[in-house]
């Protein structure tokens, strides 16, 4: 083996790594502290490198933040072409529905400054790049959803189903990121409704809205 190609293997899987540890990191003090606590200092410190490694494989923090929501979203991508299905298909569109939106409960009261984070940091980023791939993956999680709730299709009366899906599914998910991430949305005025109630009344109008057909 050529001595120059055998050293530069482990100088490759070395910053591979390193690169990994970064990414981690980064998601890591995310989901802790928001975009706040995402500073270089501190990534660096959690991913044991010095602070000069970020800058010799990112060009700024922009450019680190970019790379690991998009290796966020690809994984959640990955998770849920494999376990989506299993996950949420029940015997009936009610039973998919109540575990669709105790999904989406979970999700957004287990990281809510992880999602509060990707959510302005996707309104805000100048990269437009980055914005289209991003909304993109989060687009291909959608469809994933839509494709399992299709399994009901029998069920569904509002014409044609997969629009409709879309619609109950985007409806469902910004009520809920509106109620758990902005304290002061509507959803917290006087009489306060509870994470339980809110889920049951989302689940209800999602399943009514879907059997009912379309006005002529």
């Not at 410190?45 to 060009?59: G, K, L």
């Not at 014409?159 to 599914?169: G, H, I, M, S």
Request: net charge negative.
């Amino acid at each position: 083996m050529n001595s120059e190609n055998s050293s530069r293997q482990p100088r490759q899987d070395r910053s591979r790594a390193t690169a990994e540890r970064l990414l981690n990191a980064t998601i890591s003090i995310l989901d802790e502290s928001g975009l706040e606590g995402a500073t270089i200092p501190r990534i660096a410190a959690v991913a044991e490198v010095a602070p000069a490694s970020v800058y010799r494989r990112f060009a700024d923090k922009d450019a680190l933040l970019r790379a690991a929501f998009l290796h966020t979203l690809r994984q959640s991508n990955q998770a849920n072409h494999q376990q989506l299905e299993a996950l949420l298909l029940g015997d009936s569109l009610a039973a998919t529905t109540g575990k669709l939106i105790g999904l989406l409960f979970d999700q957004y009261r287990q990281h809510p400054h992880l999602l509060r984070a990707l959510s302005r940091f996707i309104d805000t980023d100048s990269d437009q790049e980055f914005t289209r791939e991003a909304r993109a993956m989060i687009r291909a999680n959608v469809d994933l959803v839509v494709k399992v709730l299709l399994k009901h299709q029998d069920e569904i009366s509002h014409t044609p189903p997969e629009p409709a899906l879309r619609f109950a599914v985007l409806n469902a998910t910004c009520s809920i990121e509106t109620f758990a991430l902005d304290p002061h949305s509507l959803w917290h005025v006087e009489p306060s409704i509870s994470d339980r109630e809110l889920a049951d009344r989302l689940a209800h109008g999602f399943v009514t809205y879907l059997r009912t057909p379309p006005a002529s």
